[in-house]
C-alpha cells in the first residue's frame, strides 16, 4: 500500500516537471536600489516550446509589481505598465535594463546586492492553459552573464535619466 502511494506521489511530481518544462526560466536578476528608493526592477529571461504570454509577477518584496516596457519616443524615453508579454514559441524572451521589465512598486525594504527577490511568474498557454513559475532573482550591479543579455545605460543604474518619462 505504501509503495502505491510513494508511486503515485513520484508520478504527480514527474508530470509537474514536465508541465513546467514548456517554459524555460534563465538569468533572472534584479538591480540593488538606494535606501529611500521605493521602486526597483527585476529581469528574465523566458523562453516557452509553444506560444505564450507573460500575464503576471508577483513578489512579496513588493507591494505591487507590474509589466513595464521601455521606448525612445520624440527623443525622450517612456515607460509604460504593459497588460502582457508575448513569448513566441523557440525564442528567448528576455527582459533587460532599457527594454521590457518587471516593476517592484512600494518596496518592502531596499534591494541590496547579493539578495534573493522570489518571483512568481504567471503564464498563460495556447487553449487558456495557464502555468504558475517561480524564480528566484539574485540582487546584483550586473547582469548575469549568459545569452542575449544587454545593458544599454539608460540610467537604471539606481537613479532615473532625466529624458525618460512615466
Not at 29 to 38: K, L, N, S
Not at 61 to 88: C, F, N, Q, Y
Given at each position: ?59 512579496p ?29 523557440g ?44 524564480a ?31
Amino acid at each position: 500500500m505504501q509503495a502505491k502511494w510513494l508511486m503515485a506521489a513520484a508520478a504527480a511530481v514527474l508530470a509537474g516537471s514536465v508541465y513546467a518544462a514548456d517554459v524555460q526560466v534563465s538569468n533572472a536578476w534584479a538591480r540593488p536600489t538606494m535606501p529611500a528608493q521605493p521602486v526597483g526592477a527585476a529581469y528574465v529571461t523566458l523562453t516557452s516550446a509553444g506560444n505564450a504570454e507573460l500575464v503576471k509577477v508577483a513578489s512579496p518584496v513588493a507591494k505591487k509589481v507590474e509589466l513595464h516596457t521601455m521606448t525612445m519616443k520624440d527623443g525622450m524615453m517612456e515607460m509604460r505598465e504593459i497588460a502582457s508579454l508575448p513569448l513566441p514559441a523557440g525564442k528567448p524572451v528576455t527582459l533587460m535594463p532599457g527594454g521590457n521589465h518587471i516593476m517592484l512598486i512600494d518596496l518592502n525594504k531596499p534591494l541590496r546586492v547579493g539578495d534573493h527577490v522570489p518571483l512568481h511568474l504567471t503564464i498563460k498557454q495556447a487553449g487558456s492553459k495557464q502555468l504558475e513559475l517561480d524564480a528566484d532573482a539574485v540582487v546584483s550591479d550586473k547582469a548575469p552573464a549568459g545569452p542575449m543579455q544587454m545593458d544599454h545605460g539608460h540610467g537604471m543604474d539606481g537613479g532615473m535619466d532625466p529624458h525618460m518619462k512615466m
